[in-house]
């Protein structure tokens, strides 16, 4: 879907990717792979090939999953638990699903690597951006200075009421109003990737909140009957060396 700011914070050979409320993206728990209607979607909407999608099983942790040329196409039901991935092979399509957690999109233009990361609470907690920058210095050689950094749509601060004992795990984003209290699930993502020496100028956060937001799925609002969005984010072959680095976002 369009969202403002956000199809244009990376370079034209990067995309990223966040699907609306128009196709369920859910992968429950038999499944295989992506199912017929779901691939048909994705030819038909982003001309994107479903042989070159990478599925991982998200869990919840913080385990970060280095994806090279053989391991795409997926072997049908072969799909590892994991709640992000990073790659630098051009082509290679990574995804992660979500409902209200925060999707993070990571872009090393330096090193030509990207990320892509599922943060709700519990891998927020476990800081899962420190794991997968340090995917991304350790297979690439990234340095945190240089990454360019989007946040999709997710629950908003707006709406995402907790129980006190998340004061004690986000100390400092948790919003109290009265005798209620809200965590910023964004800001705690923004906090780890400002303390890890990820610039100001290079995070994006498309502030929208899947909860009060419009065109949405969201698992607080819907409950089991909630959908998934499916987030997702590749390089464009024929990136290096060639007529597309003169395009190359400085
Ligand atoms: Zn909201």
Redesign the pocket.
């Known amino acids: 879907m369009n969202l403002d700011g956000f199809d244009n914070f990376f370079p034209n050979q990067v995309k990223a990717i966040f699907t609306d409320a128009t196709t369920d993206f859910v992968l429950p728990p038999q499944a295989l792979g992506l199912s017929a209607e779901q691939k048909k979607f994705l030819r038909h909407e982003y001309q994107i090939d479903a042989d070159k999608i990478f599925t991982i099983r998200q869990v919840h942790g913080n385990k970060i999953l280095t994806i090279s040329a053989g391991d795409i196409p997926q072997q049908e039901g072969l799909i590892p638990q994991a709640d992000g991935v990073v790659t630098n092979v051009p082509g290679v399509v990574l995804s992660v699903r979500t409902a209200d957690c925060l999707p993070v999109f990571l872009y090393d233009p330096q090193k030509e690597s990207i990320g892509l990361v599922h943060a709700g609470w519990q891998s927020s907690a476990q800081k899962i951006v420190k794991q997968a920058i340090a995917a991304l210095k350790q297979n690439y050689g990234s340095c945190a200075v240089d990454l360019r950094v989007a946040f999709g749509p997710a629950?908003?601060v707006?709406?995402y009421e907790v129980g006190a004992e998340f004061a004690t795990t986000f100390p400092g984003e948790v919003l109290v109003m009265g005798n209620k209290r809200y965590l910023d699930l964004p800001l705690v993502n923004k906090n780890q990737l400002l303390s890890l020496g990820v610039q100001p100028a290079n995070i994006f956060d498309n502030a929208s909140?899947?909860?009060?937001?419009k065109g949405f799925f969201s698992y607080r609002r819907d409950k089991e009957q909630s959908g998934r969005h499916l987030s997702m984010m590749m390089m464009e072959t024929g990136i290096r060396g060639g007529k597309l680095d003169a395009r190359r976002w400085g």
């Open positions: 629950i908003g707006c709406c909140c899947t909860v009060c937001g």
